[in-house]
């Protein structure tokens, strides 16, 4: 699953009622002609009561039949060999191919996405430097200082390729702070020039500073993109990041007590070593044991004289101006501008001249009195090449079908799951630093051994159904639900002639009963059909009426599908390595599959299509309870700049307002807006009741709108 975000609305029973014992008293059947009973009746009856007596056991063996088969499907979509199936690994090939294959075996046609089953397309998953990086300051007089790539400088991955000629200017923190009355841009131009930045914010010493996050994270305004969302929002072309001294003079006084550690390290080898040095040259001493135990002890002592000598000269290199490393912002590219990190030293001459202060004395000077300390690098201009190859990898969307018959032939069904996982977390992972394997049990495994079983389902049945169902396995939905996004910008089957979209993401973890259905208000056949047809198996539903939400659904909720969403909720192996298959609530899956199909049978067979109805709010995960509301669903299949929107919700400020699925915000008020993240740094700026003019890309017409903002939703 994408995200997390979801509240409970009403809940429903559709436990089975407790079975009654059948032929209690009354007159024994087959009891006539004198009490002698013909002998063909008698074996009839005598093969009735045997299939009445087996009938249960045949039931508890299907029942078992199946799990093991879901088992068997979850077992081998988690398995370490599958790598996580993050996007870009061999393990989310394997386990397309897989899917494939169990379509294919459960009847449906598997060719039909250009004589195949795949809908591919390309992503993002890598990023190097390139050749031809350089960079250059130039002074006033036009003189030329050449900066040394890996040693002075670095581009950063996150940030976009090209050429830098501008002039500089210095925006202190870059921090845009109106609320907290530190505004370091209130009189800075910065358009069309590259800005230097500061990392992190001031008075990092004081535990409840003014930029102190919560629970003692980093705060948003020190916050590398929120820093850098602030400059594109202004109109810089580029930024360079130099660290802070606070944090260099911590890194220097973790060094000094690596070198004390070090030390103790090699007196505490060096005293063990002795007695096995003795026993070693003694000459009546015939055991091996003796030498081997000194081989080892003297390997320990060298690397930790190793350590010693390379923590000491380091310490003794003075306050430490350690550059992040190329990829420390990720692989995928967020912005379109150079974003480089500088070591102080090469602009300790610009900060002298336009402030005159070192890099110490300044930031002294701004926690003293908490105070902007910003200026234009006057005649300072830099100059130089971003070279960033970037590395694309191939995705697939696997798509099944079932031919409908009839009048209603070419309306179609969809019932998907997404297949992908977080690899090996990183962005993704919940597990910081963690570089296990993600295996994604519930996470979606899970969803997608129930796909492939409402698969053996409907293929297991010998009339056809009067309309098409369209099965989709969906790839890069952990990423941003590209795969959904890409099947409603390019369907198979035509999108306005789909009546409906059921959706299984985390559905592996079903306890006390509780199944969550989000969409239940985006059509009114929804909750009989949810409470006749999950009649008997023993869900407990919570039903969540909002449209978007957390997963593929909402993809097709945006083109006005009516959707349906199931999950068993949220629980802390979520995005860690430790969500693993002997977890999962095997049953519990394959209930939801029955449910899935007998949903599927009906929609299918019902004459009337569900209407969709429009749901007024969102269960948004980007949402936090902080920013107003605008109501908007990003459109994550879009590359060109800006918040592409894949929908608005109904009755939101976004859709007072006249914004529509397709449009493109690139400015909110004032400021420039090139992707999510600046749309919700901006967002956060403006308080509920603001009216904001949003400006949008609407196809090659620029449209500006006015949006009067909601309350924050929690």
């Not at 009973?37 to 039931?59: C, D, F, I, K, Y």
């Not at 060999?81 to 870009?88: P, S, W």
């Amino acid at each position: 699953m994408h995200e997390m975000g979801h509240r409970a609305e009403r809940t429903t029973s559709t436990q089975s009622p407790s079975s009654q014992p059948a032929n209690v008293g009354g007159p024994r059947p087959g009891w006539f002609m004198g009490g002698r009973v013909p002998v063909a009746a008698s074996l009839t009856g005598l093969l009735l009561l045997a299939l009445t007596a087996l009938a249960p056991l045949g039931r508890a063996a299907d029942a078992t039949a199946r799990t093991e088969r879901i088992l068997s499907d979850v077992k081998l979509l988690a398995a370490d060999e599958m790598e996580g199936r993050g996007v870009g690994t061999e393990g989310l090939n394997k386990a397309a191919e897989y899917v494939r294959e169990e379509f294919t075996k459960a009847g449906f046609n598997t060719q039909s996405v250009n004589g195949g089953p795949f809908q591919t397309f390309s992503l993002v998953t890598g990023a190097k430097l390139g050749e031809g990086n350089s960079l250059a300051l130039v002074s006033p007089t036009g003189a030329r200082t050449e900066l040394k790539l890996g040693e002075q400088y670095t581009p950063l991955s996150f940030g976009g390729a090209g050429d830098l000629d501008a002039e500089l200017v210095f925006a202190g923190y870059g921090i845009d702070a109106k609320d907290q009355k530190f505004e370091e841009y209130a009189n800075l131009d910065v358009k069309g020039k590259v800005v230097v930045i500061v990392r992190k914010s001031p008075k990092q010493a004081v535990a409840d500073g003014p930029f102190s996050g919560a629970h003692g994270g980093i705060s948003r305004h020190a916050d590398l993109q929120s820093k850098v969302s602030i400059a594109f929002g202004k109109g810089a072309v580029g930024v360079l990041f130099v660290n802070d001294v606070y944090s260099s003079k911590k890194e220097l006084d973790d060094l000094k007590n690596s070198v004390s550690k070090a030390a103790v390290a090699v007196a505490d080898l060096s005293a063990e070593l002795v007695p096995l040095l003795d026993k070693v040259t003694d000459a009546k001493n015939t055991e091996m044991s003796a030498l081997e135990q000194y081989e080892l002890k003297r390997k320990d002592l060298v690397a930790a004289l190793g350590r010693y000598t390379t923590a000491r000269n380091d310490v003794g290199k003075g306050v430490p101006d350690t550059l992040m490393r190329f990829g420390y912002g990720g692989d995928e590219s967020t912005r379109s501008i150079p974003i480089l990190h500088l070591q102080r030293s090469p602009l300790e001459e610009l900060l002298q001249g336009a402030l005159k202060k070192n890099w110490n004395d300044w930031e002294a000077a701004v926690d003293a009195d908490m105070q902007p300390l910003v200026a234009p690098f006057a005649g300072w201009k830099i100059a130089g090449k971003v070279v960033i190859d970037r590395q694309a990898t191939e995705v697939k969307n696997v798509i099944a079908v079932l031919p409908g018959e009839g009048a209603t032939a070419e309306e179609t069904i969809i019932v998907g799951a997404h297949y992908d996982h977080v690899g090996r977390g990183g962005k993704g992972s919940l597990a910081p630093g963690s570089m296990d394997i993600h295996n994604g049990a519930d996470d979606n495994a899970s969803g997608t051994a129930c796909l492939l079983e409402v698969a053996r389902r409907l293929g297991a049945r010998t009339e056809k159904l009067p309309r098409r169902v369209v099965l989709i396995a969906f790839t890069a939905e952990e990423l941003g639900l590209f795969g959904s996004a890409r099947y409603t910008k390019e369907p198979v089957f035509p999108l306005e002639s789909t009546i409906a979209m059921l959706n299984m993401d985390m559905v592996g973890r079903l306890a006390g009963e509780k199944l969550i259905v989000y969409g239940t208000g985006t059509s009114p056949v929804w909750d009989a059909l949810l409470k006749t047809q999950g009649e008997g198996l023993g869900f407990q539903m919570s039903f969540k009426p909002e449209g978007f939400g957390p997963s593929d659904h909402s993809s097709f909720y945006a083109k006005n599908i009516p959707v349906l969403h199931f999950f068993t909720g949220n629980h802390n192996d979520y995005h860690r390595p430790s969500d693993d298959w002997d977890k999962l609530n095997l049953s519990g899956i394959d209930r939801v599959a029955e449910l899935t199909e007998k949903l599927v049978v009906q929609l299918a067979t019902t004459p009337e299509k569900p209407k969709y109805i429009a749901v007024t709010g969102t269960a948004n995960p980007l949402r936090d309870g902080t920013r107003p509301y605008f109501g908007s669903l990003p459109d994550f299949g879009v590359d060109e700049p800006g918040y592409a929107l894949g929908g608005v919700a109904p009755g939101s400020p976004a859709e007072k307002g006249g914004l529509k699925a397709g449009d493109r915000i690139i400015q909110l008020g004032t400021h420039k807006i090139e992707n999510l993240n600046d749309f919700d740094l901006h967002l956060r700026k403006f308080q509920a009741d603001d009216t904001v003019e949003v400006t949008v890309m609407r196809g090659k017409e620029k449209v500006v709108l006015k949006v009067t903002l909601g309350k924050p939703r929690g």
